[in-house]
């Protein structure tokens, strides 16, 4: 029996020039998310958004500090996820999408603020559009 309550996730809020990077999901729901996913077994918080990263965009990544934790779901049918996300910059290389996503967006504050790509499905479940713009306060903030 799995007494797991639970998954533990890493993501990463990637910023360049002023815009974070994000990724639209290629199955249901297919709103924009930033690169991450779900850590392997014993896997450092810290190396598996850096996996995730790599795996989902080719991108290389300098770790500026932790944004923020957050426990939900991206989608109804998966188990809740413990998610910690980290503010990180662009170091190197050119966004290249494996099959998990369609497309990605070099966005700014104002296409968050104003709601230009969806976050979030008709339940909720996605990335909250307030913890997006307190990323970019964050980088802001950490990045000077």
């Not at 998990?100 to 966005?107: D, G």
Request: aromatic share 8%; proline share 4%; glycine share 6%.
């Amino acid at each position: 029996m799995n007494n797991h309550t639970h998954q533990v996730a890493a993501a990463a809020y990637i910023f360049r020039d002023g815009k974070m990077l994000m990724l639209k999901r290629a199955q249901h729901p297919q709103t924009f998310v930033p690169p991450g996913g779900k850590l392997e077994v014993e896997e450092d918080p810290v190396a598996g958004m850096r996996r995730e990263v790599r795996e989902e965009t080719g991108l290389e990544v300098e770790l500026i500090g932790v944004a923020h934790t957050w426990y939900g779901r991206i989608t109804s049918e998966e188990h809740p996820l413990l998610a910690i996300n980290y503010l990180a910059s662009w170091t190197a290389g050119e966004p290249r999408l494996s099959d998990e996503h369609s497309e990605y967006l070099w966005v700014d504050r104002h296409q968050i603020e104003t709601r230009k790509i969806i976050t979030t499905d008709e339940l909720g479940n996605g990335y909250r559009r307030e913890d997006l713009l307190d990323a970019f306060d964050r980088f802001d903030l950490l990045a000077r």
